[in-house]
């Protein structure tokens, strides 16, 4: 019989098809094993400051300590909400050693947004940036919050670099509007006065949720997917697995972390994965300052980088990018969004290395399947599935696998799948079946084994009855060398009922809409082929980099 698993043969050499997931009860377990076998090591580094293993150790203690403290309880959620900072990992290893859940928080929501998050979570404290406390303050009567940590930017940053960066952020950019939060306590504070009290020791079961991480909200109401200890363990284990082909356990060198950590990728990837591994992760606070990135790869030896495509096509078009020296690089991976092919080609001819995507879901603790970090790579694809995990391309209307000449939806299986939506059975029903994981991605399977995704069903435009998929007519029209940025919807048409617009933020100033149209005629179908185009100046994008098409079809129902 053929192997229903043709990918296993595009392993790198050493990946097995399985890999113990078993190997720690709990996250919690596995943090504590890598902290011990890397103690001296550098853990973090953000802003010039870096912390080892074992001080993370020591102030995650006393920061769980004072949680405790404050009376919450094993499996009370808490959230939090700030940009990459030193403080996270703190407060990440101190929520996990009290047995506490943490609900992630986008620190750029609206009041809405957040009232929306804390009392779906039913979250009881928070750990937030002074930046964002006066959206709190408008909504904390809402919720269950009664215990509010506050922190600023650089409050643990050393002297005289802390108050440099305060003073800037307070008094000369203005981003912390005056709140009033009564009995918030600062960060700094709150391990002081943890360090007077004992962390009672608590063990966890696998099947404990311990993250609450809400999906972007981009198909509707923002759910929250249960993560438990099994699946945020398989995934660190099953990520690490892949990247110990080009990365030696305690490496010297360093992992750059531009995604935010409270998002699901380097919340896995680099929180989890590679600080098993024993890597320090250098931590960009605001990578929309592409001078901090620049910065990173002069101070620190970068060995791999994890990021979106906008952010790796706005590298390679900036000058002091390019001039950079790339020799300790080995490992760069993509995700969150598509990688498209000009960016990864470009991208690989600067670096010398490949751009490898991935993929994966909220609902999948986000890794799926991965390209190899070999010669075996594809452009184009989101590579093959990771030890422990199954994927398939399901034909719906056939009630069947789809062949490798149809479309049909991606569907996962694995230890990293979620245990479902908190509160909404429903719901959770909808997108797992069978123990498969629906997606909602569009894509097909290759006979060796490689997927790729055509589109979300949802972004699918429908021309004459014809099938649009946006990416592929993004991806086209990136390719034109004056062409930065774009994005593709489906607007209303009455002769065909949908057509294509595109938006389009140039690189060269010259470029008309008539290049984009005569070269979308050269490289695409009639019907794909965009009938508007419009240029801006940025397109909208969430805080990790992504472009969100459904801003753009929103901004265009209200025109019409």
Known sequence: ???????????????????????????????????????????????????????????????GAY?????????????????NLIQYPIALHGILKAGLVVVNTNPLYTPREMKHQFTDSGAKAIIIAENFASNLEQIIGDTEIKTVICTSLGELLSFPKKHLVNFVVRNVKKMVPAYNLPGAVNFQTALTEGKKHRLPEFTGQPDDTIALQYTG???????????????????????????????????????LCPLPLYHIFAFTVNAVALFNHGICNVLITNPRDLSTVVGAFKDHKIAGMTGVNTLFNALINNKSFQNLDFRHLRITVGGGMAVQRPVAEAWQKLTGVPLSEGYGLTESSPSASMNPLNDNMRIGTIGVPLPNTDMRVWNEEAGRVATTEERGEIQIKGPQVMKGYYNRPEETAKVIKDGWLCTGDIGMMSEDGFFRIVDRKKDMILVSGFNVFPNEVEDVLAGHPGVLEVAAIGVPSEKSGEVVKVFVVKKDQSLKEEDIINYARENLTGYKVPKHVEFRQELPKSNVGKILRRVLREEEDKVS
């Open 1 to 63: 019989m053929k192997d229903q698993r043709p990918w296993l043969a595009q392993y790198p050499n050493g990946i097995p098809a399985n890999v113990d997931v078993t190997a720690y009860t709990t996250l919690k377990d596995l943090l504590a094993d890598s902290m011990k076998k890397h103690a001296k090591r550098p853990a973090f580094s953000c802003m010039g400051k870096t912390i080892t293993y074992a001080e993370l150790d020591r102030l995650s203690t006393a920061f």
């Open 217 to 255: 909200g981009t198909t509707g109401v923002s759910k929250g997917a249960m993560l438990s200890n099994a699946n945020l363990v398989a995934n660190a284990l099953q990520a690490k697995a892949w990247m110990t082909q080009l990365l030696d356990e305690g490496s010297d060198g360093c992992m």
């Open 67 to 83: 949680l405790h403290y404050r009376g919450l309880q094993p499996g009370d959620k808490i959230a939090v909400m700030m940009p």
